[in-house]
């Protein structure tokens, strides 16, 4: 998510504090360059099927 521009980056989730991430929820959702990047992705895996794409992969991988 982060190479995509919609995330950010943080602790490994086993060394994340609650105050990291409280900081980082701040972050995300005060970030517009963020939040639009984010927005645009959505609307980009909708128009590719991507989220049936990817729960056929899954299921596939799970067989």
């Known amino acids: 998510m982060t190479r995509l521009g919609v995330g950010l ?3 490994p989730f086993f060394r994340l504090t609650a105050e990291q991430l409280a900081a ?3 972050r995300a959702a005060s970030d517009d ?3 639009q990047r984010a927005a645009g992705l959505g609307w980009q895996i909708r ?3 991507g989220a049936e794409k ?3 992969i899954i ?3 799970n067989r």
């Open 47 to 49: 128009a590719e099927n």
């Open 33 to 35: 360059g963020l939040r």
């Open 54 to 56: 990817a729960v056929k």
């Open 9 to 11: 980056r943080g602790a």
């Open 24 to 26: 980082g929820i701040s």
């Open 59 to 61: 299921e596939e991988s």
